[in-house]
């Protein structure tokens, strides 16, 4: 009987290496079973996304050339999200690098903004 154990293919309590994913093992009646590793599923593509219409309100606004911010709705709620974006085959898409604030942050924040510039202000001087 062979076993698969980690890459290793143990026979008799002898190791060897298996260099293919397929691999034979046999039960006790001396029947042989071909083992082939699963296929991969094809990734199915994104559908394209409706064109925004022009009696729609702005919801993204640019801070400089590869950072935006964006308002959205996200599972009933909405987000405003500041984020960097990469340029992937001509299309600037979303980066991992960026902030999705909830609508009670964001309020927060803009609280925040006078001590903020009064802060930087004292700091430059």
């Known amino acids: 009987m062979r076993v698969l154990i980690g890459g290793m293919s143990q026979a008799f309590g002898k190791k060897r290496k298996v260099t293919s994913p397929e691999f034979v093992s046999s039960d006790e009646d001396g029947e042989k ?61 979303p980066g991992r690098k960026g902030i999705s604030l909830s609508l009670e942050q964001w309020e927060r924040l803009l609280s925040l903004v006078p001590d903020i510039t009064e802060s930087l202000q004292s700091v430059n001087s």
């Open 33 to 93: 079973d071909v083992h082939e590793p699963k296929k991969k599923k094809e990734k199915k593509q994104p559908e394209a996304k409706p064109a925004k219409r022009k009696d729609e309100p702005q919801l993204e606004f640019d801070l400089d050339k590869k950072r935006k911010i964006r308002i959205s709705e996200f599972r009933g709620k909405w987000r405003v999200d500041i984020r960097e974006y990469y340029e992937n085959e001509g299309e600037l898409k």
